[in-house]
Each structure stands twice: as C-alpha cells, then as structure tokens.
C-alpha cells in the first residue's frame, strides 16, 4: 500500500513536471493545464499537417466503451525538432498518451507524452537544456 | 527599374543558397562552426547573428511568452474599440475558439511573428539583414546601407525596417505597417502609425536576446518598452525548418476536428 502510495506521487509529480515546460509554450485555453491524464489506447488516424499534427485513437472507457478520442501535438516541424518523423506512429499501434484533456468535456486533448507500445517515448521538447 | 531587377535577383539567389545546405555551409563559415558546436560559453562574433534562432519559454530568465510584456500600456479609445472585438485564445482574454485573424490564415506580420515559438533563420549580406521565418515561409528585409525610411509608404504586414549597429546591438526601425494584424497573441491591437524598435544582440554563442519597443500614440498612451526575450540557437539536425504555409482547408480541417470539440462547440 505504501510502495502504492508513493509510485502514485511519482507519477502526479512527473506529470506536473512534464506539464510545466509544455503549458508555457501552450497556453491554450481551451485544456485543463492543472490534471493530465493519461489514456491507452489504438490508433486509427496520424495526422502529418499543419496546424498541429493529430492523434486520433480508440481507448476504452471504465465500462468498456470504445471512445474515440483527438489528441492534439504541434507543428509538423517542431515535432521533428523533437525528435518525431511521419512515420513515428501507424495505425493500429497500441499507445499510451499523457495529455490535457479539454474543459468542456469532449474527448479532446493536448499531448504531453506519447509511450509505443516499444517503450519507445515521445514528446515535445526540442533543446536539452 | 534597375533596383528591381537586383532585388528579384537577390531573392532567386537567395532562394537558390537556401536550397542547397551544402552551399549554405560553404558560403557561412560563422554558421557552419556554430552548428557543429553547442558549446554555449565559446566566443561568438556579436555582429554575426546568422543562424537558425528559437524562442524557448522554458529557459531560465526568459521573457513573457506570445506578447512584448506582461501588461499593456494604457489603450486610446481607438485601441480599446478594437481589443474588446477580440477574441484570442491567449492572454488575459483567452477563450476557446475566437476570432484571432491568423485562423483565417492572415499573415501574422510584425513583430507577432517574433513571438512564435518557431525558427526564423537570420542571413547578413553586405547591404542587408535577412530574416526567414518558419512561420507563414514568410521572410523580411532590413536595411543597413544607410538609408533612411522612404516618404508616403504605402501600408504592409512587414513595414519598412533599417537597422543599425549600436556597439554590439542591432538596432531595427521600422514603420509603414498596415493595422490588420495583432500586435501579439494577446488580442493587443496597433495602428499604421506604429514604430517599432527592435534590439537584437548576440549575448554568447547559442543565445540571442530581444527587446521591442513599440511607439503607437494612435494605439497606446505611453510607450510600450518590452521585457527581454532569449532566443537559442539552433545547432546539428534541430537545425531544420519545415515548409510551414498557413493553408484554410487544414486550419479548417483542425478547427473542425480540434478546436471546437475542444471549447465545447460544434463543428460548423
């Protein structure tokens, strides 16, 4: 129970420090900064475009319903600056997202982290410092 | 006729360089030694601010992001008429949706284009200080060769920029700007009358700061003197600008399937 407790800490205490960096470049009104969650999920859509690339993939709900959710990330090119190609997800990969969900609801969110089914992590910092 | 000619010649050439990263890097040995190093503490020359620069909101002392600082100062009527009709979705009056005119793929113009947290590349040639922004592929041009602004300049999303060395800070004027663009993320408005100051300086190898000061009697009661903003340089393979235009069908596109569900509306 306590080693529980504690992996949770780890966990909320990395997704704040996750967030931070990510929420002063996207200060989008339109998410809710202050609680990432994360969702797993199958991809049905990689969108390669301008504005803001998306994700769109079908995660199933605490009753087994399959929700269809739309992750949004950044410009084509920052995402490269940051380590991403075109080819970087397909469909049908299995996925974990953290992201910002969106206030109003809908099953709409702003990427912080994406996990490949690998292990292999994504995310959206392009300098090392 | 003759200045036209050489203008279209300069810009073939130098579209013809930024084709060609091998040219590039023959032709900038600045460049090319700052892109292999990441070394931030070795020398730089401060009047060389070629290279690919980027604002970073996460670097320590580092400006306000997407506007010149934190407040605005006091807004004529005229200005505060046109603030209350925007809706931007960044600022103290940020919402979902809104009607920012860059949605609509307007050009962002200057000096809000400054505030992306995108690349620009900045070139140097001898009478003439490029800049080419990720941003809108839009580029811009400052003058050095001494000349001052032309008389009855007919209104741009650019403005007509010179720009001088003031010891180790450049120093770019510019006027004659068009009042259809957002002065920043904010919604903050600004009219034709707006002079802008820029003061570049390269402060070491991998860092640029900025400060804008914006004169716009029209728009605002008082000066608006900017805080500093930091820009990094861009070095090995980060060194990259993608093809970024502002298309309508894919800013409709992620409107319709993003930005909507996003602020709680319908898509249209």
């Known amino acids: 129970m306590k080693k529980y407790r504690l992996n949770f800490l780890i966990s909320v205490a990395t997704l704040v420090l996750i967030s931070v960096p990510v929420l002063a470049h996207h200060g989008n009104a339109s ?19 301008n504005p803001h690339v998306q994700i769109y993939l079908d995660v199933k709900d605490d009753k087994g319903k399959v929700v269809r959710w739309s992750v949004e990330t950044l410009s084509p090119g920052k995402l490269v600056r940051a380590g991403w190609s075109k080819d970087s997800v397909k469909v049908a990969d299995q996925v974990s997202i953290t992201l910002i969900p969106a206030k109003s609801g809908a099953p709409v969110g702003f990427l912080h982290k994406l996990v490949l089914a690998n292990g292999e992590e994504l995310g959206l910092r392009e300098l090392e410092n | 006729m003759r200045i036209r000619m050489m203008t279209i010649a300069w810009v073939a050439l130098l579209a013809a360089l930024l084709d060609s990263s091998v040219l590039i890097h023959a032709q900038m040995p600045s460049q090319q030694s700052s892109s292999a190093s990441n070394n ?21 002392g580092q400006g306000i992001y997407a506007t010149p600082s ?72 400052i ?16 403005g007509d920029s010179i720009g001088k060395w003031d010891g180790d800070t450049f120093v770019v004027d510019t006027v004659g700007f068009n009042d259809k663009s957002w002065l920043d993320f904010y919604g903050d408005p600004h009219s034709e009358d707006m002079h802008l100051i820029e003061r ?63 602020a709680g509306q319908s898509p249209k």
Not at chain 2, 85 to 113: H, M, S, V, W
Not at chain 2, 200 to 225: C, F, G, H, I
């Open chain 2, 70 to 141: 934190k407040e605005h100062p006091p807004m004529t009527p005229w200005a505060k008429a046109k603030y209350d009709e925007a809706k931007p979705g960044y600022g103290p009056k940020a919402q979902g949706g809104g009607n920012d005119p860059i949605l609509k793929c307007n050009p962002t113009g200057i000096p809000r284009i400054l505030f992306f947290p995108q690349p620009f590349e900045i070139f140097q040639s001898p009478e003439r200080v490029f800049m080419f922004f990720e941003r809108d592929h839009a580029w811009r041009q």
């Open chain 2, 200 to 262: 570049y300086k390269r402060v070491d190898r991998n860092t640029m700061s900025l400060q804008l000061v914006v004169e716009d009697p029209k728009a605002y009661t008082a000066t608006w003197v900017g805080d500093i903003k930091s820009y990094k340089l861009l070095t090995g393979k980060k060194a990259y600008m993608e093809e970024l235009f502002c298309i309508p069908e894919e800013e409709d596109a992620f409107t319709n399937r993003i930005r909507m569900p996003a």
């Open chain 2, 143 to 158: 003058w050095t060769d001494g000349r001052t602004h032309p008389k009855d300049l007919e209104p741009t999303w650019m």
């Open chain 2, 40 to 60: 931030s503490s070795a020398p730089a020359d401060p009047h060389d601010l070629s290279g690919m620069w980027e604002f970073f909101a996460n670097i320590p």
């Open chain 1, 31 to 49: 998410y809710d900064n202050d609680h990432p969650i994360m969702i797993k999920g199958t991809v049905t859509e990689f969108a390669w475009s």
